[in-house]
């Protein structure tokens, strides 16, 4: 007799709060197409049931959350008894709505992938940032001297009744001028980055959905993620863009772009 399959336990925890904070960084307050919507798309609804029939299959009803918003404010009665561990303290997600939850965390990180935007904004310049710095450094303590300097100056601060304070006054200028040599040399610093993660939003976002995929169901189900990103970009009335027909080389990249930077931090 063959022996049945274990299943394996999951939580959505982690997959929430990146969401959440993902949310929070790029600004996206409204939501975007549903999974419903997005599912009247030409073979989304097939993809749809797929991913869920793998859930199933690989967890069963061995699923446990904390209670949180993106999952609370959409769905009712989920959580079952309560779980608390010594690793762990949560709530098992009733049998009959282990299915909605999957669903529900799948059509938050659609919504999410068509709501990035496609390139990261470009940061401030921080060496200019360095150098002007700098320069206000030296221009104040170049004020504060000649303060201390002027005899009226130097006077009132002789009959300060903060002799440590008087100290530390006087010793500023100099201070502030090591501080601005210092900013002037770290500006001229040629530092070498090493990417991450892909520099389009976009496809990172999907490469940790594909992640949660994978951790709930055990494969990555290509296919039917890049039906179901297709579906939804074109459900939120965007074009189609032309990364999602090449997923399995996209996760490729994303794992050495993080083995690459795990060796700098090795060495």
């Not at 989304?44 to 699923?63: M, R, S, T």
């Not at 006054?169 to 892909?198: C, I, W």
């Not at 976002?205 to 296919?223: K, P």
């Not at 490729?252 to 083995?259: S, V």
């Amino acid at each position: 007799m063959a022996k049945s399959k274990e299943l394996k336990s999951i939580t959505p925890d982690d997959y929430l709060a990146a969401v959440a904070q993902v949310r929070r960084s790029f600004n996206l307050r409204r939501n975007g197409p549903t999974l419903k919507r997005i599912e009247a798309q030409p073979a989304a609804k097939v993809a749809v049931a797929e991913i869920l029939q793998a859930f199933a299959d690989h967890c069963g009803p061995n699923v446990c959350a904390k209670k949180h918003p993106l999952i609370d404010e959409v769905l009712k009665d989920i959580y079952g008894e309560e779980v608390k561990t010594d690793a762990y303290y949560g709530y098992k997600i009733r049998g009959d709505r282990v299915d909605l939850v999957f669903r529900r965390t799948l059509e938050l990180g659609l919504q999410t992938i068509v709501q990035l935007p496609r390139r990261h904004q470009k940061p401030a310049h921080s060496p200019k940032r360095f150098k002007s710095l700098a320069s206000r450094l030296n221009r104040l303590a170049d004020n504060l001297s000649s303060v201390i300097q002027d005899a009226e100056g130097r006077a009132r601060l002789d009959f300060s009744d903060n002799p440590t304070g008087r100290a530390k006054v006087l010793q500023l200028p100099s201070e502030m001028r090591h501080g601005a040599a210092l900013l002037a040399s770290a500006a001229k610093l040629r530092l070498k980055r090493v990417p991450v993660d892909s520099p389009n939003p976009q496809i990172s976002f999907a490469n940790y959905l594909i992640g949660w995929i994978e951790a709930g169901t055990g494969a990555q189900h290509y296919d039917s993620m890049a039906t179901l990103i297709e579906a939804a970009f074109i459900a939120a009335n965007k074009p189609i863009p032309s990364w999602t027909n090449r997923l399995p080389i996209e996760k490729h990249t994303h794992r050495k772009r993080r083995k690459k930077w795990a060796e700098t931090l090795r060495s």
